[in-house]
């Protein structure tokens, strides 16, 4: 059994094999056991965001964490233009009744001219253009928006979802609009809620830059925990008022709850893109 | 070069009859049928002997001459026997028009040396005219009006060149060469104007002054004389034949089985692509035809967000829509149309499985999305000139050039998203058109916090209606955190409507 320290990359990794306690996988040394922070390239192409649907903040969130991992993201040292590809925003016909359609005018400028909107009748519609479009090589990445839990999306189409994303490498990050915390494959899976903005300069009594509440509550990668996230244009900031950074070997006699997680897929043969092994 | 089928339609009448020699013996006449009964449309020389003329009504014409024959016209095929010849002159020329009803002009521009000359070229025309039966004047001139007024009033194959001479040339013919409404005509013979000549020694503001109301050219002499002239140009709309790439498979053995008709689409499809990638294509909207064995057809289309003539990608498309197809007694004749197509470049094929690790393209994406979701479906938010906030957006399809756009001023902070329809909220207030304190909103109560407003947006008065109230928006903030955009529709005693009520119309992030 490897010392997760001596682990160099992810190819290095058996194919299955039980990992130390409270230690995952899936990156390598550098992000070993260290918490989820924002800017961090986390590899995880498909994120879950449970949220209400009386709020946008898990649409909100899912932007500002599509934006950050873009942001983050290398630059392909051949491009010449910046990137300008398109993005896809998928909702089901639950959710645009309940959470509204986006607004133009109210989307990130950098973000707002890229967007094409999939307008689906059913979950199973959506679930069909989420899929088509992470299988899309030109787009940077895809929010869906699916309200409930329908009987389409149980794990089989879930991890129909992931395969697809880390084939094809686009990030997926599904919002899940008044949903129980079912089984998926999701790599990361938050739970979100809004939290007080700042204060504005000029206007104390007005809202400010929006802010969130996030609680991680199942990651391959990283250890729970919550933050307070917002973003204010340049980059996504975190605060943790709860969290505190907590070392490895405190947390190492506690089994890793991996529940309804499932394991990362490149190290299974059925795996697309899989490592030889 | 102007062309004037002089006879266009007892030629035609005269070629479809087996008998020619016995068919111009006897008076014949092709009649229309006008308010006033039936009336002599045209006639053949034998008819014009005994005396009868074109337009007069066929009662007084059998009065005339009661041996007359008559048959009804076709000017349709009048019609599409005349675009058939454009296309046909352009043996004279690189493009050809149309001249309703009865003539075509072809752009000789350059061309003449190739027949020896533009004598020679105009002889080549009669001849070969005169050997499909048609009773043809020709001319050639700098212009084509005046071609067109050559070939009609002046002399057998007329050639004029440009220079001085060409005035001159032309002073002589009536004004009816001049291509004018018969009122207009009529107005001119009035006035004394017989000749093209008679108009050209007229001072031109007198006659911009008579006519100085009158755009369209065939209206106007001073346009039409500019045109004659090649003082103004005539911009002509040219006829150019295009055809559509069509692929067919019969069957031997009528087909009722789904695979075998899926084998017949992909060997089409294949047989498509092959036909559009000589011709440098790529297929737009394609149109599947079945034939039935009991006499029914059914016709599947398609349309793509672009050229394309990927046979896998047609296949998969065309898989959709084959759906629930009623094969009946079985399909024998399949035939693949491209009604649309664009011009596609050869490009570079995809390497060994680069295909399969670098996933489709965004056009094979959409199209894939929207033969299953509807065209609907999958569009494209585009900013548009209203300060209403649902209608400062359209929806618009996905790969449409995007007009220059100018970023807007974000003066006002917009909300992520908006409900389609804004939906009534109970608001409690401390005045009646102050700050909001707390709303039920879903069956729940929301504290409000922070609030910012009112946003007043008046409404749009000429599109709407005089009642319409305006509306003063609020950007709030309730106890947990959650932005909302809310409104009060009207204001008290604004005369519109009762008290005024409260909407939720946007979700802030």
């Known amino acids: 059994m490897p010392e997760p320290s001596a682990v160099s990359s992810v190819e290095d990794l058996p194919a299955l094999v039980d990992l130390a306690p409270g230690v995952t996988r899936g990156l390598g040394s550098v992000t070993h056991g260290a918490r989820w922070r924002p800017g961090l390239t986390t590899g995880c192409r498909h ?85 088509e479009g992470l299988r899309c090589r030109d787009l940077a990445f895809v929010i869906g928006e699916i309200a409930g839990n329908p009987r389409a999306l149980d794990f089989t189409a879930s991890r129909r979802l992931s395969l697809a994303a880390e084939r094809h490498g686009v990030p997926l990050w599904l919002v899940r609009i008044d949903a129980r915390r079912d089984l998926g494959s999701a790599r990361m899976r938050w739970e979100v809620d809004s939290a007080p903005s700042t204060v504005p300069r000029w206007n104390p009594q007005a809202p400010g830059q929006p802010a969130w509440r ?5 990651s391959h990668t990283f250890p729970p925990g919550q933050w307070t996230l917002r973003d204010d244009g340049q980059r996504l900031l975190a605060d943790s008022p709860d969290a505190l950074e907590q070392p490895l070997s405190t947390r190492a006699g506690r089994p890793p709850h991996l529940g309804d997680l499932v394991r990362a897929s490149r190290h299974r043969p059925l795996a697309a893109g899989a490592v030889g092994s | 070069m102007a062309i004037w089928c002089a006879h266009l339609a007892i030629d035609r009448w005269r070629l479809a009859q087996s008998d020619r020699d016995a068919a111009d013996a006897q008076a014949f006449a092709l009649i229309a049928e006008t308010a006033h009964g039936p009336r002599i449309a045209a006639l053949n020389d034998a008819g014009l002997e005994a005396g009868t003329h074109e337009g007069q009504l066929l009662a007084d014409a059998r009065a005339l001459a009661p041996h007359l024959q008559v048959a009804p016209s076709d000017p349709a095929g009048d019609l599409a ?78 050639i004029a060149t440009a220079g001085p ?95 075998l008709l899926d084998r017949v689409v992909a060997d089409l499809a294949q047989d498509m692509a092959r036909l559009l990638e000589a011709e440098g294509k790529g297929a737009r909207r394609l149109e599947l035809g079945l034939w039935k064995v009991d006499g029914e057809l059914l016709v599947r289309h398609l349309e793509m967000a672009e050229a394309t003539r990927d046979p896998a990608h047609v ?69 548009h000139g209203s300060h209403l906030p649902e209608r400062a957006q359209r929806w618009r399809p996905p790969l449409e050039a995007r007009a220059g756009e100018q970023p807007g001023l974000a003066l006002h902070a917009r909300p992520l998203k908006l409900l389609d329809r804004p939906e009534p909220i109970a608001v409690l207030y401390e005045a009646p058109d102050g700050l909001p304190r707390r709303f039920r909103w879903r069956e729940r109560v929301y ?13 749009e008065w000429w599109r709407e209606r005089s009642t319409t109230r305006l509306r003063d928006y609020y950007r709030i903030e309730d106890a947990q955190g959650a932005r909302y955009w809310i409104y009060r529709a009207g204001l008290p005693g604004d005369g519109r409507g009762g008290a005024p009520a409260w909407f939720l119309h946007g979700l802030f992030a």
């Open chain 1, 47 to 131: 994120t879950e965001l449970f949220a209400s649907a009386t709020q946008a903040s898990g649409a909100g969130l899912a932007l500002a964490l599509a934006r950050d991992a873009l942001r983050s993201a290398r630059p392909d040292p051949v491009a010449d233009t910046p990137d300008e590809r398109g993005w896809l925003w998928v909702q089901d016909k639950a959710a645009q009744r309940l959470s509204g359609r986006p607004c133009y005018a109210g989307l990130p400028r950098e973000l707002a001219h890229r967007l094409i909107h999939v307008a689906a009748q059913t979950p199973e519609d959506a679930l069909f253009a989420i899929e």
């Open chain 1, 214 to 218: 996030a609680d991680l509550f199942r």
């Open chain 2, 81 to 158: 026997f005349l675009e058939a010849l454009a296309l046909w002159a352009q043996r004279w020329g690189p493009w050809s028009a149309i001249d309703a009803p009865d003539g075509v002009i072809v752009d000789a521009t350059g061309v003449a040396h190739l027949f020896g000359g533009e004598a020679a070229l105009l002889a080549d025309a009669q001849a070969l005219l005169a050997r499909r039966g048609l009773a043809v004047r020709v001319a050639l001139a700098p212009t084509a009006g005046a071609a067109w007024a050559l070939a009609h009033h002046g002399a057998s194959a007329a």
């Open chain 2, 165 to 259: 001479g060409l005035h001159d040339r032309l002073a002589g013919l009536p004004v009816a060469a001049l291509r004018l409404d018969p009122a207009v005509q009529l107005l001119l013979g009035r006035l004394g104007l017989k000749r093209i000549g008679d108009l050209m020694g007229i001072d031109r503001p007198a006659l911009a002054r008579r006519f100085r109301n009158r755009r369209s050219p065939a209206a106007n002499p001073l346009l039409r004389l500019d045109q004659l002239l090649g003082q103004v140009p005539e911009p002509m709309l040219p006829v150019i034949g295009v055809a559509a790439p069509l692929v067919q498979r019969r069957l031997v053995e009528p087909i009722r089985h789904r695979e």
């Open chain 2, 315 to 383: 296949v998969r498309l065309f898989a959709h829509r084959l759906d629930g197809l009623d094969a009946g007694f079985g399909i024998e004749l399949v035939r693949l149309r491209a009604a649309w197509t664009e011009p596609l470049g050869l490009a570079q094929v995809d390497l060994d499985d680069a295909a399969e690790r670098h996933g489709t393209s965004l056009a094979a994406c959409i199209d894939r999305l929207s033969v299953r979701l509807g065209l609907d479906a999958v569009r494209r938010p585009v900013p």
């Open chain 2, 447 to 459: 504290e409000i916090l922070r609030a910012e407003g009112p946003e007043r947006i008046a409404p």
